[in-house]
């Protein structure tokens, strides 16, 4: 049973289009994130929701809108695609509380913006 | 600005070595700190936790946290090429990590 899962898993799409990618997690865990891994490897912190309030927004351009229904998911709508958008994403899941606890990954999905 | 600095290597080690991972960061705020194993094309994975100084081993991996000197590292004894892999350093501030750019490890058989 997946405990953090994202989906689609790949994305291949033009410039221009706006597309949206999902995570649901099943740990019970109160804060949700979501990162970008370029083509360095560099993992970069976009945003982070604790109990559907958005807690962390770094500078992203407003063109990535998160949308958290519940605790338990956390979406990402991107607007108007660019080539420099193309990365691989990763939602996260961890505890909330004094001491931080694990972050689990999903399994991230590639968009490639042509 | 928050830092987190891992030397990228590539980190080459002939199976059964030591490998020794290195890692400072910048936050005297951070509490808990985290090493995870990234295969490629595949999503980060927990290899170990450490909050207190001094070394936690869990098999072949040992973590060592020194906070006066702000640094971590990670050892991985009887390296495998199976071991080979990018190892991120994560410090975890209340409920913000940061990451380390990675270190690509490569386990020569």
């Known amino acids: 049973d997946t405990a953090v899962s994202q989906t689609p898993k790949y994305l291949v799409t033009q410039m221009g289009n706006d597309k949206s990618i999902k995570c649901e997690q099943n740990l019970g865990h109160d804060t949700m994130y979501w990162y970008k891994q370029d083509s360095k490897k560099f993992l970069k912190i976009m945003f982070s929701y604790n109990n559907k309030e958005l807690i962390i927004n770094e500078t992203v351009p407003n063109r990535f809108s998160p949308k958290s229904p519940d605790k338990a998911h956390l979406n990402l709508h991107i607007n108007s695609l660019e080539l420099g958008d193309s990365a691989v994403y990763f939602c996260?899941?961890?505890?909330?509380?004094?001491?931080?606890?694990?972050?689990?990954f999903g399994e991230g999905s590639r968009l490639t913006v042509l | 600005q928050k830092e987190v600095e891992q030397n990228s290597g590539p980190l080459s080690v002939p199976e059964g070595a030591i490998a020794s991972l290195n890692c400072t960061y910048s936050d005297r705020g951070s509490q808990s700190f985290f090493w995870y194993r990234q295969y490629s094309g595949k999503s980060p994975e927990l290899i170990m936790f450490?909050?207190?100084?001094g070394d936690k081993e869990d098999g072949r991996f040992t973590a060592q946290l020194n906070k006066a000197s702000q640094y971590v590292s990670l050892l991985i004894r009887d390296s495998q090429p199976s071991d080979s892999a990018t190892y991120l350093c994560?410090?975890?501030?209340?409920?913000?990590?940061?990451f380390g750019t990675g270190t690509s490890l490569t386990v020569i058989p």
């Open positions: 994560v410090c975890g501030s209340g409920n913000q990590f940061y």
């Open positions: 996260a899941s961890s505890r909330w509380g004094l001491d931080t606890g694990e972050l689990f």
């Open positions: 450490i909050y207190s100084n």
